[in-house]
């Protein structure tokens, strides 16, 4: 019998960490603080205890990516799939569950487990050094000590206290008949051409009304925890718009430096610029659009900017407390701190969002830690799979070889096709239509490679 590795949390990520372990036939220990010290979000004792929504969103896996996890997951042994299905509401395409028979269900699967013991404790400092393998899996709301304890092993600089996120959009849903690539006055930044942006213009009549609907919109209101003050470098826009009608002009929708290859001779009144968001060239970030407007607003209103009439967002903006890693800097390729490579991180804390993805780490994470501790050696899931893709991303596996890029504009995001890399050949046909076709080529692929990674043996005996 090996010894234990020990995890520490008893959310989605760490629970569903733990049952990899245990199947794999090796011994866990599982920490989780509740109910002997609660969260200001959580209610009750329950392992993987779901504190907002009730739904895993979309199901449905052909052309949506978080259903295609599901799929994976399911295939590769997940309990929290397993008990989503078992508790499954109705709710269309999506799965929504019983969140009281989830948690009760996964709760008593990993008590009943003998390769299993729960400890019901808080871990307020870095893991004893007797403990040779361990999972962190604390999520967004981490308790303090072992958040400080964590700071000061990485730098103060590496555990960011995320305070605001921008939209992102697919490239393919932006229009290029009225948007174009410029960089301000052409400049080429670090590894840039002078034509790193994509330009969206903006005349006066519809700046001044895309104004009148920012300010109108709806906002989220936030719980006393989650509410942070705001620092000048990432005020949400709306917050910007309440200074004065004309203060977005000269801030993040200046329009200066730059010339509209579409219209010659006529310069913007104002212009949204959007920046590549990862290696892959499929996702771009809404520069300085940091916000808390409601999602359903987000969606409304920015669709109002020309060239984004027909966008698709990857990811809407937010603005809340988070507790994660620099991910790409901080960890290796099988999760592991560099600083300390006992130490495995899984779930939200490593800047993932989502029920889904944090249990998706927690599955990744339990499979590297298990190979490790019978002594061998696990390929990661290929990077064409939605579990291979959201490591890739966590990781930096897009980019050069020491993460940097990814280091410097690492950012928590949902699964989604822009994770991917490309097919191929791309679909045709029309627009629509061709959109739908290259994401189930996307996920016929990522299953084929996924149930090709799973057939191989488990783990190579490592030298």
């Known amino acids: ?157 590496e555990l960011a206290f995320f305070d605001a996120i921008a939209p992102i959009v697919h490239r393919e849903s932006i229009d290029m008949d009225l948007c174009w690539l410029q960089s301000r006055y052409d400049k080429a930044g670090p590894g840039g051409s002078g034509a790193d942006y994509i330009n969206c213009p903006l005349d006066k009549a519809e700046y001044e009304a895309f104004i009148a609907a920012l300010l109108a919109a709806k906002k989220t209101a936030f719980k006393e925890f989650e509410a942070t003050p705001y620092f000048e470098g990432c005020l949400p826009i709306e917050v910007m718009a309440e200074r004065g009608p004309e203060t977005l002009r000269f801030g993040p929708m200046k329009p200066v430096g730059l010339s509209n290859p579409h219209r010659p001779g006529v310069r913007p009144y104002a212009v949204v610029q959007l920046r590549q968001d990862n290696a892959l060239g499929t996702l771009w970030n809404m520069v300085g659009f940091q916000t808390k407007l409601k999602h359903g607003e987000q969606v ?30 901080l960890l290796d390729a099988s999760l592991r701190l560099k600083a300390d490579p006992r130490l495995r991180f899984a779930g939200q804390i490593t800047g993932v969002e989502g029920y889904v993805e944090s249990a998706a780490i927690g599955l990744i994470a339990g499979r ?55 097919i191929a050949s791309a679909p045709q046909g029309k627009r629509g239509a061709r959109g739908l076709d290259r994401k189930r080529a996307l996920a016929a692929r990522a299953l084929a490679d996924l149930d090709l990674w799973l057939a191989r043996p488990a783990s190579v005996a490592a030298e």
């Open 368 to 422: 590297f830690a298990a190979a490790e501790r019978l002594s061998a050696l696990m390929s990661p899931p290929p990077p064409t799979t939605a579990l291979g893709a959201l490591l890739a991303h966590i990781t930096g596996g897009h980019l050069s070889a020491d993460g940097e890029g990814a280091a410097r504009s690492f950012q928590p995001m949902n699964v989604n096709f822009g994770l991917f890399p490309p």
């Open 1 to 157: 019998m090996s010894k234990p590795v020990h995890v520490i949390g008893g959310g989605l990520a760490g629970s569903e960490a733990a049952w990899q372990l245990a199947r794999s036939n090796v011994p866990v220990v599982l920490h989780e603080m509740r109910p002997v010290r609660q969260t200001e979000a959580h209610k009750t004792g329950s392992l993987a205890e779901l504190v907002c929504s009730n739904s895993f969103r979309s199901d449905e896996w052909e052309t949506n990516a978080v259903g295609l996890l599901h799929e994976e997951m399911r295939r590769a042994g997940s309990l929290v799939i397993w008990a989503a299905d078992a508790h499954k509401l109705p709710a269309g395409a999506a799965l929504a569950v019983d969140r009281e028979g989830f948690a009760a269900e996964v709760t008593r699967t990993l008590e009943d487990h003998h390769l299993i013991e729960i400890s019901r404790e808080e871990i307020d400092g870095l893991p004893p050094a007797v403990w040779e393998s361990v999972i962190v899996a604390t999520g967004p709301l981490t308790s303090p000590k072992l958040a400080h304890a964590i700071k000061t092993l990485t730098g103060e600089a």
């Open 300 to 329: 409304r209103v920015f669709r109002m900017i020309p060239g984004l009439e027909k966008a698709e967002f990857a990811r809407l903006g937010g603005l809340h407390r988070n507790t994660f890693l620099n991910s790409p800097k």
